[in-house]
């Protein structure tokens, strides 16, 4: 991908204009005293703070920029967009150097309608905003409609930068809709042609769910939505010698996909009704390997060797061992999971070099979708895992980590249908043929099976399965079962069997029986690279 491309480097995609809006309230920066009480009391409450549990004592201003002015009158409401970071007490940060920074939305209007009251932040007392209502905008549609107009024509209005797709036009008058369920970040449907996300926590970098559907749109491949429009702005690099600034970005809009289902809803209506999900899990494994294969051709590659490898397996025993620390009932099987990742270093050591490439970083089952128009399955989501530092998002890592994301998905499907006794050892089944069928697919595909990087894969699947057994004991204990179920498997896997699913994988890829919508809060996010 040549370096001018502008679809593979937002910063380049449109030329931006500035647009004058004079300030209403005085310089937008005097407002974050009087919103600091406001925001220490709300911010926590939000699904997106990554900061629980660590007291808030005051926040600094990155940037506050007026997208709407705020009328001292208040008769119509104002917009006003902050990035700000959030200082905390507390053990120190998993991630040194990774700021807490927050994007921020807020309407301002002298009084709430009565449908929006669900929606107060709070009323300043002193400061520009004084006597004011300070409230969450995307929630309003008029104001969610002036950020899909700010997108429809691109250019500049203060620190945010706006750019839209070349030959791309954004039609006007379309009524916002908020998704309900959030999540890391806050997403609105516009009629039923366009979705915005907007990046709630936000780190210097590109973010991969701008800059991998850009690269894909590119390459030509059709298996995951192109970006249309978004906005960003830039931060000062803090390390000495860096680069002058850094994008920020802060929302992506896309084309919405509409009567889709997201793979993970579907996979449990099969099992609801004891249907057959293997053709589908099949042609989910061929759009995989096509988002790879894409992937692959459009950004850099490299080949772990044996130093990446040693750091590889050696991050994957540092998890183990701190989840067995945290949670009793992984202590018994620590020394034989321990072992999937010894395999894994010993044949680093003895040579062997595995390619690494970007991914999705965070696949499972309900970051696709397949389209109601003509049943194609797309991958969604791109943005890897959201506590993690973009930096570490953007690293070149095997695909196989994908696809043992996948195959636990298909695991954790199968058992969270919560099946009645005499239908359980079908739901297994149902798990292990799909597995089988995924990997089918993706080897039709790329012709590349990962059956036959069993040590590769056992390490993979292991370090997620240890990742969703800490994920459940801190935030589900009743659903601990759920992985608990396939660190027994894995740890029981004897050494040298064909197949991410031991015995039963190897009889599912030599075509014997096996014997045997948002997932966002069913399945635990991907554990770090």
Same mark, same amino acid.
């Given at each position: 991908?040549?370096?001018?491309?502008?679809?593979?480097?937002?910063?380049?995609?449109?030329?931006?204009?500035?647009?004058?809006?004079?300030?209403?309230?005085? #310089?937008?920066?005097?407002?974050?005293?009087? &919103?600091?009480?406001?925001?220490?009391?709300?911010?926590?409450?939000?699904?997106? =703070?990554?900061?629980?549990?660590?007291?808030?004592?005051?926040?600094?201003?990155?940037?506050?920029?007026?997208?709407?002015?705020?009328?001292?009158?208040?008769?119509?409401?104002?917009?006003?967009?902050?990035? @700000?970071?959030?200082?905390?007490?507390?053990?120190?940060?998993?991630?040194?150097?990774?700021?807490?920074?927050?994007?921020?939305?807020?309407?301002?209007?002298?009084?709430?309608?009565?449908?929006?009251?669900?929606?107060?932040?709070?009323? #300043?007392?002193?400061?520009?905003?004084?006597?004011?209502? $300070?409230?969450?905008?995307?929630?309003?549609?008029?104001?969610?409609?002036?950020?899909?107009?700010?997108?429809?024509?691109?250019?500049?209005?203060?620190?945010?930068?706006?750019?839209?797709?070349?030959?791309?036009?954004?039609?006007?008058?379309?009524?916002?809709?908020?998704? %309900? @369920?959030?999540?890391?970040?806050?997403?609105?449907?516009?009629?039923?042609?366009?979705?915005?996300?907007? =990046?709630?926590?936000?780190?210097?970098?590109?973010?991969?769910?701008?800059?991998?559907?850009?690269?894909?749109?590119?390459?030509?491949?059709?298996?995951?939505?192109?970006?249309?429009?978004?906005?960003?702005?830039?931060?000062?690099?803090?390390?000495?010698?860096?680069?002058?600034?850094?994008? &920020?970005?802060?929302? $992506?809009?896309?084309?919405?996909?509409?009567?889709?289902?997201?793979?993970?809803?579907?996979?449990?209506?099969?099992?609801?009704?004891?249907?057959? =999900?293997?053709?589908?899990?099949?042609?989910?494994?061929?759009?995989?390997?096509?988002?790879?294969?894409?992937?692959?051709?459009?950004?850099?590659?490299?080949?772990?060797?044996?130093?990446?490898?040693?750091?590889?397996?050696?991050?994957?025993?540092?998890?183990?061992?701190?989840? %067995?620390?945290? $949670?009793?009932?992984?202590?018994?099987?620590?020394?034989?999971?321990?072992?999937?990742?010894?395999?894994?270093?010993?044949?680093?050591?003895?040579?062997?070099?595995?390619?690494?490439?970007?991914?999705?970083?965070?696949?499972? &089952?309900?970051?696709?979708?397949?389209?109601?128009?003509?049943?194609?399955?797309?991958?969604?989501?791109?943005?890897?895992? #959201?506590?993690?530092?973009?930096?570490?998002?953007?690293?070149?890592?095997?695909?196989?980590?994908?696809?043992?994301?996948?195959?636990?998905? =298909?695991?954790?499907?199968?058992?969270?249908?919560?099946? %009645?006794?005499?239908?359980?050892?079908?739901?297994?089944?149902?798990?292990?043929?799909?597995?089988?069928?995924?990997?089918?697919?993706?080897?039709?595909?790329?012709?590349?099976?990962?059956?036959?990087?069993?040590?590769?894969?056992?390490?993979?699947?292991?370090?997620?399965? @240890?990742?969703?057994?800490?994920?459940?004991?801190?935030?589900?204990?009743?659903?601990?079962?759920?992985?608990?179920?396939?660190?027994?498997? &894995?740890?029981?896997?004897?050494?040298?069997?064909?197949?991410?699913?031991?015995?039963?994988?190897?009889?599912?890829?030599?075509?014997?029986?096996?014997?045997?919508?948002?997932?966002?809060?069913?399945?635990?996010?991907?554990?770090?690279?």
């Amino acid at each position: 991908m040549s370096e001018g491309s502008t679809r593979a480097n937002p910063t380049r995609a449109a030329t931006a204009t500035p647009v004058p809006v004079a300030p209403a309230i005085g #310089p937008p920066r005097a407002v974050l005293p009087s &919103l600091v009480p406001l925001l220490r009391e709300w911010l926590p409450r939000q699904r997106w =703070f990554a900061g629980k549990g660590r007291p808030i004592t005051g926040f600094s201003l990155v940037s506050a920029t007026e997208l709407l002015p705020c009328t001292a009158s208040g008769a119509t409401p104002g917009l006003l967009h902050l990035l @700000v970071q959030a200082q905390q007490t507390g053990p120190p940060r998993a991630q040194p150097g990774e700021s807490d920074c927050y994007q921020l939305l807020l309407g301002i209007r002298s009084a709430l309608p009565s449908q929006l009251a669900h929606t107060l932040i709070g009323r #300043p007392t002193g400061g520009p905003l004084h006597g004011r209502t $300070v409230y969450e905008a995307l929630q309003d549609p008029r104001l969610a409609g002036l950020l899909l107009e700010r997108l429809r024509v691109p250019g500049r209005l203060g620190a945010l930068r706006f750019t839209r797709a070349p030959s791309t036009a954004i039609p006007s008058g379309l009524t916002p809709r908020p998704i %309900a @369920v959030e999540q890391s970040n806050s997403s609105v449907v516009y009629g039923d042609a366009y979705i915005l996300k907007v =990046f709630r926590r936000v780190g210097a970098g590109i973010n991969p769910d701008l800059e991998l559907p850009l690269a894909l749109a590119e390459a030509g491949c059709r298996r995951v939505p192109h970006p249309t429009a978004w906005f960003e702005t830039t931060a000062e690099s803090a390390q000495p010698g860096g680069p002058a600034a850094e994008p &920020l970005t802060l929302g $992506v809009l896309q084309p919405f996909l509409p009567g889709s289902a997201d793979g993970w809803q579907l996979a449990l209506n099969s099992l609801s009704v004891r249907a057959d =999900f293997t053709s589908a899990a099949r042609a989910l494994g061929r759009a995989t390997a096509e988002v790879h294969t894409a992937l692959a051709a459009a950004l850099p590659t490299a080949v772990l060797r044996r130093q990446q490898i040693d750091v590889l397996a050696a991050g994957m025993t540092e998890r183990l061992d701190a989840a %067995a620390a945290a $949670v009793p009932a992984l202590r018994p099987y620590r020394d034989r999971l321990r072992a999937a990742f010894h395999d894994l270093a010993a044949l680093g050591r003895r040579g062997r070099t595995w390619p690494a490439q970007r991914i999705h970083g965070d696949l499972h &089952l309900g970051q696709t979708l397949r389209t109601a128009q003509d049943g194609r399955w797309a991958l969604i989501d791109f943005e890897g895992e #959201p506590a993690r530092p973009i930096a570490e998002r953007r690293r070149l890592q095997p695909v196989a980590r994908d696809i043992a994301g996948m195959l636990r998905s =298909f695991d954790y499907a199968a058992r969270t249908h919560h099946p %009645a006794p005499d239908t359980s050892a079908w739901a297994q089944e149902w798990a292990l043929q799909n597995r089988a069928a995924y990997c089918d697919g993706y080897a039709a595909a790329s012709g590349v099976d990962p059956r036959d990087e069993p040590e590769l894969m056992r390490a993979y699947e292991t370090d997620k399965a @240890v990742y969703e057994v800490l994920y459940e004991a801190r935030h589900r204990p009743d659903w601990l079962p759920v992985p608990m179920a396939a660190i027994q498997r &894995l740890a029981g896997m004897p050494d040298g069997l064909r197949g991410p699913a031991g015995s039963a994988g190897r009889r599912a890829a030599e075509g014997r029986p096996a014997g045997g919508r948002r997932p966002a809060p069913d399945m635990p996010p991907a554990p770090p690279a």
